[in-house]
């Protein structure tokens, strides 16, 4: 694991662009929509709904990055020390697939959930101010 993806992964960072699919496809990412609460006229309502999101998809991203980073060690450190066979290659191959699936759905459940707090109006209004 490189140190980018290290930091990445402590930081609770996509950095594998998991959320890609969701943004193609134009749904409303929590953290930009909070960035423009402003101009999409949020009420307290879906401001207090799409904060609590957020805060658990940060939450979420770190607690999966620590697993991530703990997996990748144990990877490591059995590959170092030529102690590594096929059936713990196994296991935690499949274990690092299982976080990084359960990452993807965290992080694609917060557009979904989003994408539903928000008014017709307020969509489009964040497809135009959200552009990169």
Known sequence: MSYKQYKAYLDGEDF???ALVAELNHYPSAEKTLGLKKELGL???QLAKITAINIELIRKKKEMGRFMIKNERALDSMFRAKKIDD???????????LYQGELRNA???TYLKVDAILTPEQ??????????
């Open 16 to 18: 594998d662009h998991l």
């Open 43 to 45: 009420t307290p309502d």
């Open 87 to 97: 059936g713990t290659l196994l296991f935690l191959t499949n274990r690092t697939g």
């Open 107 to 109: 992080i694609l459940l």
């Open 123 to 132: 969509k489009k209004k964040y497809l135009h101010l959200a552009k990169p």
